[in-house]
């Protein structure tokens, strides 16, 4: 590949207020920056055509309430989903949790059993576990492959009956390994069970297509992929989410409420209990339209450029330990030998390159990789070469610092 003709910047940075000259953004997969497009939509919606939704009879309310489900309908053609499909969220963590909660809880029994892999983020762990415990089943981990990719031909060997819920993120936050996804479904629905995919690192950085995955539940954040914090989207099969109970009951989920008994909406509105986050939906389908206008396949194969410039430049500084799979999606984990992630950090810095560095709510994933820590450069559309010079300069400072 020709790195230099493909890591040409996208010509984006005019939008992005926060990028500046000489600071180099390499964290957008912890989150990313906000395009003037998205703040905009986020100031008019506060500002001269605020109301609320669902609720007001006047007209102002009436457009509002247009927007925010014309936000949700954005959100569905997105992903190739249907708009009934689409729960908004406060983020891909209270999506996992309402899955665990809502699906997990009600359909599993104790004896069931819950496949994972290591390289998931806590907040695809840690739900599952909850539920776990409360109900008496067990939790799977299928193992990585030596280049830090979730083994499918393991998983295919060590599935059961017994699974009935299959979690995996279809792009790790760590080590930004792409999952075969449609392939992990096929192996999910051969013995019965239902996948949830935790799209969070993918949605920013490739096209979706939730039928062509045949996966059950899909889940992502806003704030990672352009959009507002706050806000995230829950997306599971119709006929799974009708069957699910209310996960908080309150205003707007109901169909009738009396003391005697109370009913319940169809989905999506019977899992966004209260005034759901209004501004959030309408921020994230501005976001949509500005990852969607610039290109998803351009944004992939743009990454792709720069992590494959990242690895190579890096792989020449002899201290440096790099994690991961070479095809990895935006996302390069990296240690330096000998020096803590936190003072690569924040050695870093002082150049203006902007790192993150700790254990990535990857706990597990750090336990496999036999360090505490990694030090982590994700990119976005702002980025460029200059940005993985930058980084490269910056870490042979940091050698020679710590001699
Ligand atoms: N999954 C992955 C792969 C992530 O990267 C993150 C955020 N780091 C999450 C889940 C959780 O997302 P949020 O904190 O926005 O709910």
């Known amino acids: 590949m020709n790195v230099m003709a493909d890591t040409r910047p996208l010509d984006v940075l005019a939008d992005f207020p926060a990028i500046h000259?000489?600071?180099?953004?390499?964290?957008?997969?912890?989150?990313?920056?906000?395009?003037?497009?998205?703040?905009?939509?986020?100031?008019?919606?506060?500002g001269e055509t605020y109301a609320?939704?669902?609720?007001?009879?006047?007209?102002?309310?009436?457009?509002?309430?247009?927007?925010?489900?014309?936000?949700?309908?954005?959100?569905?053609?997105?992903?190739?989903?249907?708009?009934?499909?689409?729960?908004?969220?406060?983020?891909?963590?209270?999506?996992?949790?309402?899955?665990?909660?809502c699906w997990a809880g009600e359909q599993l029994k104790a004896g069931d059993r819950i496949l994972l892999s290591t390289l998931e983020h806590h907040s695809n762990i840690v739900p599952w576990q909850m539920v776990a415990e409360r109900i008496g089943a067990a939790i799977d981990i299928?193992?990585?492959?030596?280049?830090?990719?979730?083994?499918?031909?393991?998983?295919?060997?060590?599935?059961?009956?017994?699974?009935?819920m299959v979690a995996l993120a279809q792009v790790s936050n760590v080590l930004g390994s792409v999952l075969d996804a449609r392939r992990a479904a096929d192996i999910a629905h051969l013995v019965g069970a239902k996948i949830l995919l935790d799209g969070c690192q993918a949605v920013p950085?490739?096209?979706?297509?939730?039928?062509?995955?045949?996966?059950?539940?899909?889940?992502?954040?806003?704030?990672?992929?352009?959009?507002?914090?706050?806000?995230?989207?829950?997306?599971?099969?119709y006929d799974l989410l009708d069957a699910m109970p209310p996960y908080?009951?309150?205003?707007?989920?109901?169909?009738?409420?009396?003391?005697?008994?109370?009913?319940?909406?169809?989905?999506?509105?019977?899992?966004?209990?209260?005034?759901p986050h209004i501004v959030g939906a309408l921020g994230l389908h501005a976001a949509i339209?500005?990852?969607?206008?610039?290109?998803?396949?351009?944004?992939?194969?743009?990454?792709?450029?720069?992590v494959e410039a990242t690895r190579e430049r890096l792989g020449q500084i002899n201290s440096v330990r790099l994690f991961g799979p070479e095809d990895s999606a935006g996302i390069v984990s990296f240690a330096v030998e000998g020096v803590h992630p936190h003072d690569v950090a924040t050695i870093l810095d002082e150049s203006q390159v902007a790192i993150?560095?700790?254990?990535?709510?990857?706990?597990?994933?750090?336990?496999?990789?036999?360090?505490?820590?990694?030090?982590?450069?994700?990119?976005?559309?702002?980025?460029?070469?200059a940005d993985v010079e930058a980084l490269a300069s910056g870490i042979e400072r940091v050698t020679r610092i710590f001699g």
């Open 21 to 46: 000259p000489g600071w180099h953004y390499l964290d957008t997969a912890a989150t990313s920056q906000k395009p003037q497009a998205v703040i905009d939509a986020i100031a008019r919606a506060y």
């Open 52 to 101: 609320t939704v669902h609720r007001g009879v006047y007209q102002r309310s009436a457009d509002m309430t247009l927007a925010y489900e014309a936000a949700r309908k954005r959100v569905a053609r997105f992903i190739g989903a249907e708009g009934r499909e689409i729960v908004f969220v406060r983020g891909a963590t209270e999506a996992i949790n309402l899955v665990a909660r």
């Open 142 to 164: 299928v193992a990585l492959t030596d280049d830090g990719r979730i083994d499918l031909d393991a998983m295919a060997a060590m599935i059961t009956p017994q699974h009935k």
């Open 205 to 237: 950085r490739m096209p979706v297509d939730v039928r062509a995955l045949d996966c059950d539940f899909y889940v992502f954040s806003g704030h990672k992929l352009y959009g507002p914090t706050g806000i995230g989207v829950l997306w599971g099969r």
């Open 248 to 275: 908080q009951g309150g205003g707007s989920m109901i169909d009738r409420v009396s003391f005697a008994k109370t009913t319940y909406a169809p989905p999506p509105g019977r899992f966004e209990a209260g005034t």
């Open 289 to 306: 339209d500005y990852v969607e206008s610039t290109g998803l396949d351009r944004i992939h194969a743009h990454e792709a450029a720069l």
């Open 356 to 385: 993150r560095a700790g254990h990535h709510c990857a706990q597990p994933l750090m336990d496999a990789l036999g360090v505490p820590a990694t030090a982590r450069a994700s990119f976005g559309v702002y980025n460029s070469l």
